[in-house]
């Protein structure tokens, strides 16, 4: 790859060279048998430059000092053990015996200040085993893009990977625009373990490999579980918050396949995701997504699929594979019951309900109807029924007035408490990231200053960025996202 004109070169001040980084590794994933990865190196890059660097994250995992050499894969630090993970999946619903990381590189876990370990990854690091056709980089739109997004989903405590760096490398990357400046992220995650981790080894009929896996992601993620079993049930939990978290925040994932859907319970994988403006049941937004398959409205259904794919592994770890397949089966039908009562437990709480009761649904999903008619802003209209200022956005205002009246009478005294607390005045809107990615390959990084501290402070926002509420006008909307490839 060859540098190029249009390599990045940002303009603010504050990006330096410092040189003393201690990371101080605690590795396990390489003690696992060597055919859960590959051993493999990032490939350096010409001319690396730091465009993020996320202090607070840092510290909490006990790092030190700040390298762009090892945040390029430049140089690799003491105690790292780089390695690409062997992984498979279902996408779109078709199963792909052969995936991994493809572009990403782990360069090992370390234990964070809260005593739990998190993996430290390269993303764009250059091709690793896994990467079939691709070049295993990254251009600096989709880098900065999920550093943004996946900074203010942990902002919205919502269970997430994040982001530690964004480098840019110096280099040219092609892709359908042609040549885009390439850049590398550094992720960290509570593992990279996917229910595609699982896949892989079942539909190899490796059980040995299954069940040390299952015990490798007990111990590390569900320690309270007795049995795979149990563990199973852990993962769908965890699973039900994050897709109702996900719901209650408008936010579409977009490429819900089972290599990006993690056993831990965080969101991964910030490609085509985006959150909606107008509220709409079925929106999509991924340009790949043609059926629809992950609209936002689908995406428990897509979850209950995934858990039954990971429920499918775990079977083979048992002799009995009778008695495991209708204990599985049990735990999967658990939860359109467990989807539906934690999506009511937080739609209430956006109407300012605590005490949620059964017939509160009925409230809320005509409210979602009236909003939906009108195109009304799923993240504003909260904020406007709060301060009484929601009948100006809907058309029909008889409708609104009928649902309000109904509201009055259900929410008690403490209903604005309670809405401040579960509802963002601020979330990634899509064509404010566009904004400032263009903005940033233009050379200017203050869209991304400006949008990352806003989104730091999401329920809780300095006036003086409140016009980044806005939302978009009919000529500003983005309609589409891409891969972030
Ligand atoms: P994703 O859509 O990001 O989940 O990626 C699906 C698979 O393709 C994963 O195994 C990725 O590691 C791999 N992949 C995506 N982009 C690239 C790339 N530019 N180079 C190599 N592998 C890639
Ligand atoms: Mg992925």
């Not at 992950?294 to 009995?320: C, E, K, P």
């Not at 309000?404 to 579960?422: F, Q």
């Not at 991304?448 to 989104?455: I, S, V």
Request: glycine share 8%.
């Amino acid at each position: 790859m060859t540098k190029g004109s249009l390599a990045f070169k940002p303009m603010t001040a504050y990006l330096k060279k410092m040189s003393i980084l201690i990371i101080p590794f605690n590795n396990t994933y390489t003690k696992l048998p060597e055919h859960f990865f590959s051993r493999q190196a990032p490939t350096p890059v010409t001319e690396p430059l730091t465009i993020a660097w996320n202090t607070s994250l840092a510290s909490s995992l006990n790092i030190r000092g700040e390298n762009v050499d090892v945040f390029s894969g430049n140089i690799i630090p003491d105690g790292a053990e780089p390695i690409a993970q062997l992984y498979c999946g279902h996408q779109f619903g078709s199963f792909n015996p052969q995936l991994g990381d493809g572009r990403a590189i782990l360069l090992g876990e370390v234990i964070g200040q809260n005593g739990k370990r998190h993996d430290i990854q390269l993303k764009g690091s250059g091709p690793t085993k896994y990467s079939r056709m691709g070049d295993g980089r990254a251009w600096l739109g989709p880098v900065l893009r999920e550093y943004l997004i996946s900074e203010a989903m942990h902002k919205l405590r919502i269970p997430t990977t994040r982001a530690l760096a964004a480098v840019g490398t110096g280099e040219l990357v092609y892709r359908e625009q042609g040549g885009l400046p390439g850049a590398i992220l550094t992720r960290t995650a509570s593992s990279h373990l996917r229910v595609g981790t699982f896949q892989v080894f079942a539909h190899r009929g490796d059980t040995e490999a299954l069940q040390v896996l299952t015990d490798y992601a007990i111990s590390r993620h569900y320690p309270q579980a007795n049995d795979p079993m149990e563990f199973l049930s852990a993962v769908c939990s965890a699973h039900v918050e994050l897709v109702t978290s996900w719901m209650s925040v408008g936010f579409i994932h977009g490429v819900m396949n089972t290599d990006n859907c993690t056993i831990s319970g965080e969101t991964i994988d910030y490609g085509p995701c985006a959150f909606m403006d107008a509220y709409d049941e079925m929106r999509v937004f991924s340009s790949i997504d043609k059926t629809g398959r992950y609209a936002y409205g689908n995406q428990s259904r897509i979850t209950i699929w995934n858990m039954a794919q990971l429920a499918t592994a775990i079977i083979q770890l048992y002799d009995d594979k009778e008695a495991a397949l209708e204990q599985a089966t049990a735990i999967i039908h658990t939860l359109p019951d467990k989807i539906q009562s934690a999506w009511l437990r937080r739609f209430s709480a956006k109407i300012g309900i605590s005490d949620t009761q059964p017939e509160d649904r009925d409230l809320i999903e005509e409210l979602l109807r009236l909003m939906e008619a009108d195109g009304v802003d799923f993240t504003n209209i909260f904020h406007a029924l709060k301060d009484d200022q929601a009948s100006k956005l809907f058309k029909d205002r008889d409708g609104f007035g009928i649902w309000k009246k109904k509201w009055s009478l259900r929410k008690g005294s403490d209903a604005e408490a309670i809405m401040t607390l579960a509802n963002p005045q601020i979330i990634p809107r899509n064509h404010q990231i566009e904004a400032m990615i263009n903005a940033a390959l233009a050379g200017d990084m203050k869209p991304f200053e400006n949008l990352q501290e806003a989104l730091s402070s999401p329920f809780n926002l300095p006036e003086d960025l409140n016009y980044l509420c806005r939302e978009p006008k009919n000529t500003e909307i983005i309609s589409a996202t891409f891969c972030g490839t």
